[in-house]
């Protein structure tokens, strides 16, 4: 039943309202999920399963009911706590792209000068196109984009962008959904919404990045590091945190030379 309500809810109504109201709707739901067998390290809350999300099969057991996170948010956190100074080091930031579990919290922490960025995004502090960044050269410490170069049209333009918004030395976090059997690879003649969701794992995505992202944020001209921090974890604590899907337990992150 759960499924079928987000599923149709994700359909009828534009990321913009589901943003304003996605909180007002974990309220409500919280209740039915109360329990001890999963914990998310986002904002520490256990239930006794995670909400289900997104397409197909594949969707149960991903959100949590608390600050809607989901395994690339959790996997993150650790990663930014145990691998980053992130938490402690002063640093200039700009986030695309803002997730909800993160936006409150990056917002609080003392040693960042952070900033939201999107097209769209009701809670982001500026409109940008991150393949056309009004912004100054060498400005950021750290930029994070996750989950947003499948969606873009030019993609070169967009890591050329970065890397020139980044400071020499600066550091980037840059996800992206990862079909860990194929190359990375793309068509931009196709638009049909069907055919993308077959080909590219999603209706709005405009390509499918593989097993060789690494190599390809390298030609763009990154500095490139796949951290393994998901296999650090112990694996009951992976379940327990519902840390990542297939082809994604790795985080990437790149530094401007």
Not at 9 to 14: G, Q
Not at 87 to 99: G, N, Q, R, Y
Not at 179 to 196: C, G, K, L, Y
Request: glycine share 4%; hydrophobic share 40%; proline share 6%.
């Amino acid at each position: 039943m759960m499924k079928k309500l987000i599923s149709l809810l994700t359909k009828i109504f534009p990321r913009q309202i589901l943003i304003k109201f996605s909180y007002l709707f974990s309220i409500l739901i919280r209740p039915f999920y109360w329990g001890d067998k999963v914990e998310c390290p986002v904002c520490g809350k256990h239930f006794r399963k995670f909400l289900p999300y997104g397409y197909g099969e594949a969707m149960d057991n991903r959100l949590c009911p608390n600050c809607l996170s989901l395994e690339r948010h959790r996997l993150l956190w650790l990663y930014l706590k145990e691998k980053t100074g992130f938490f402690t080091d002063e640093l200039k930031v700009l986030h695309f792209a803002p997730e909800q579990p993160f936006l409150k919290k990056f917002k609080s922490l003392k040693n960042l000068d952070y900033t939201t960025a999107d097209l769209d995004s009701p809670i982001a502090d500026l409109h940008l196109d991150v393949t056309k960044i009004d912004l100054p050269d060498n400005t950021y410490d750290v930029v994070i984009c996750n989950h947003v170069l499948e969606h873009v049209d030019n993609v070169d333009n967009a890591f050329s962008e970065i890397k020139r918004i980044l400071k020499p030395g600066g550091w980037a976090i840059l996800m992206v959904p990862i079909n860990p059997n194929v190359d990375t690879f793309e068509d931009p003649s196709i638009t049909d919404p069907n055919e993308r969701q077959r080909l590219f794992g999603q209706y709005d995505h405009v390509r499918q990045f593989g097993r060789d992202y690494a190599e390809v944020l390298a030609k763009a001209g990154f500095q490139v590091d796949a951290d393994r921090l998901y296999f650090e974890i112990s694996e009951n604590q992976r379940e327990r945190m519902r840390l990542a899907r297939p082809g994604e337990e790795l985080v990437y992150r790149v530094v401007k030379l």
